[in-house]
């Protein structure tokens, strides 16, 4: 398996194996992979003839006072997962091959990015939505393979490859969680011992919330209102939002009659972490 960390290398590598009528699958991440990214790799391998993993902590999607510096990075490590998991190539590009000094072109969109994830960081999508396509026309991979654990992500790239008519199937997998139920994140790093513990009120509220509907509730304000005060009743915790949406539009639901998607972020101490269920 290769490093490559140009765009000049990778596309012959690419353009070759579409001339062989070969089915490449893409599963962009901002490495250090866990098993969550592995669940994706190895979707992809088993649906395609040649898979990318591409391994860029992506500057854009970052706002001010956010983690990009500290961001966990180990190319190395990523290397070895991606191996184990049958990738063919990891592209792993510098920000400044990814990005001109001067780049001043992004792709935004309205809506979906606005709420959720969107209202404490404006700018977020836009930076998902501009490396995404940057990847999608770098590659241009059959498939492209994306966690649930970021629904509003997959929606928002789902609308994006829809709304430019980009010829990729946007593939969405599940969250893949650790035995005691937290969802799989690079940035479950940051965690001390107390904040890891802490950190299961966030799956443990989100079943309460489903356990709600599933005995009868549909007052979404209702739900919300006992997951809010669930997450709360953890010391460490604090929540930023909880939602109730249509995993499609990301728009709010008051009254739960078909598929919802609650959804939550939460700071356990200094961590933002994010999880959701359907
Ligand atoms: O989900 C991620 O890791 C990132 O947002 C993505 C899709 C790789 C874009 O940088």
């Known amino acids: 398996m290769q490093v490559i960390k140009t765009i000049d290398k990778l596309r012959p590598i690419v353009k070759a194996w579409k001339k062989e009528g070969l089915r490449v699958g893409l599963v962009p991440t901002m490495g250090y992979l866990h098993e969550g990214h592995k669940s994706l790799i190895v979707r992809a391998v ?159 509220s989100l079943m309460l919330g489903k356990e709600m509907i599933e005995q009868g509730e549909h007052d979404a304000s209702q739900i919300k209102k006992a997951i809010i005060s669930n997450i709360e009743s953890e010391p460490l915790a604090k929540v930023d939002y909880v939602e109730i949406v249509n995993p499609d539009t990301m728009e709010n639901i008051d009254t739960v009659e078909d598929l919802a998607l609650i959804a939550t972020a939460v700071y356990i101490g200094k961590t933002r972490l994010i999880d959701n269920v359907m």
């Open 46 to 204: 088993s649906e395609n003839d040649k898979v990318v993993v591409s391994d860029f902590v992506n500057p854009t999607q970052f706002g001010a006072g956010e983690d990009l510096a500290s961001y966990p990075r180990d190319i190395d490590r990523d290397a070895a997962i991606c191996e184990q998991a049958g990738a063919d190539l990891i592209f792993h590009p510098e920000p400044e091959e990814m990005y001109f000094t001067d780049n001043c072109t992004f792709v935004d969109m309205d809506g979906l990015t606005k709420g959720l994830c969107g209202k404490t960081r404006p700018t977020h999508f836009r930076g998902v939505c501009t490396v995404v396509s940057k990847l999608f026309h770098i590659v241009a991979p059959d498939r492209a393979y994306f966690g649930q654990k970021d629904a509003q992500q997959l929606a928002v790239i789902r609308r994006m490859a829809r709304d430019l008519n980009f010829d990729i199937e946007i593939v969405g997998c599940p969250i893949v969680r650790e035995a005691d139920g937290l969802a799989m994140s690079s940035r479950n790093t940051y965690l001390n011992d107390a904040e890891r513990k802490a950190a299961l009120i966030l799956h443990k």
